[in-house]
C-alpha cells in the first residue's frame, strides 16, 4: 500500500505555468507506476499522464501532449507534473495515483490504480 499527497495547485493566468508534485509514503514506491488525473465541477475524471515505475516509460492523453511533463525521483519518493501553456479549461482538481507495477510500460487509464491522493486545485484565469 502506498499514501500519495499532492502539492502544487494554486491560481494562474491562462498561458502560465504550474509545477504539481506526488509525494508517496512506503519503501516499495520505486514498485509502483505513478498516473495522474483531474477533475473539473460537473465533468467526469479526466486521466492524463503517466510513468511506469522506472521512468522509462510516460503517457499522455491528447488533450495534454506537448504541454505536459512527467518525471520521478524514486531517490526522494516523488513524480512531478510540470504544466505550461495551461488554458481555464485545465483546471480542477489534480490527483496523483499509484499501483503496483507488472511491466515496464506507463500505466494509461484510470481503473489500473488502486490507490489516489487527496488532490490539489489548480484555478486557471482567463
Known amino acids: 500500500q502506498v499514501q500519495l499527497v499532492e502539492s502544487g495547485g494554486g491560481l494562474v493566468q491562462a498561458g502560465g505555468s504550474l509545477r504539481l508534485s506526488c509525494v508517496a509514503s512506503?519503501?516499495?514506491?520505486?514498485?509502483?507506476?505513478v498516473g495522474w488525473s483531474r477533475q473539473a465541477p460537473g465533468k467526469e475524471r479526466e486521466f492524463i499522464a503517466a510513468i511506469s515505475y522506472n521512468g522509462g516509460d510516460t503517457y499522455y492523453a491528447d488533450t495534454v501532449k506537448g504541454r505536459l511533463a512527467i518525471s520521478r525521483d524514486n531517490g526522494k519518493n516523488t513524480v512531478n507534473l510540470q504544466m505550461k501553456v495551461l488554458h481555464p479549461k485545465d483546471a480542477g482538481l489534480y490527483y496523483c495515483g499509484g499501483n503496483r507495477a507488472d511491466s515496464d510500460s506507463a500505466m494509461g487509464a484510470l481503473g489500473e490504480y488502486g490507490w489516489w491522493g487527496q488532490g490539489t486545485q489548480v484555478t486557471v484565469s482567463s
Open positions: 512506503g519503501r516499495t514506491f520505486s514498485e509502483y507506476a
